[in-house]
C-alpha cells in the first residue's frame, strides 16, 4: 500500500452521505489549512438549478473530520447536508 493518494484520485471517487445514504457528487476542490498544511474540508458542487445543467445556488463543504473511510471507489462521510451547505456568491 502507498501510504498516499493523488487528487486526481481523490476527485474521481463518489461521496455518499451514511446518513441518508445519498450520493452527494465528487470532490471538485480542496480547502486547506495554509498554516499546518492539512486538509480541512472537501468541496463538492451543489445541485445545477436550471434544468440540471446551469448555476448552482450552493456547494457542499464537507469538514475533514466528517469522512468515514475512503474506500477504491467512494468515500463515506457522515454529515447533515443543511449543514454543509455554503451559498455560492454572485460576485
Known amino acids: 500500500m502507498r501510504g498516499y493518494?493523488?487528487?486526481s484520485e481523490l476527485?474521481?471517487?463518489e461521496i455518499i452521505n451514511v446518513t441518508d445514504c445519498k450520493c452527494l457528487g465528487c470532490v471538485k476542490d480542496l480547502d486547506l489549512d495554509?498554516?499546518?498544511g492539512t486538509i480541512r474540508a472537501l468541496?463538492?458542487?451543489g445541485p445545477a438549478k436550471w434544468?440540471?445543467?446551469i448555476g448552482r445556488?450552493?456547494?457542499l463543504f464537507i469538514p475533514w473530520c466528517k469522512v468515514v473511510k475512503i474506500g477504491p471507489d467512494i468515500i463515506l462521510v457522515d454529515i447533515e447536508e443543511k449543514e454543509a451547505r455554503h451559498?455560492?456568491?454572485k460576485g
Open 57 to 59: 445556488d450552493y456547494e
Open 34 to 36: 495554509e498554516c499546518e
Open 11 to 13: 476527485e474521481e471517487k
Open 87 to 89: 451559498k455560492i456568491s
Open 5 to 7: 493518494m493523488r487528487f
Open 43 to 45: 468541496i463538492v458542487p
Open 51 to 53: 434544468c440540471g445543467c
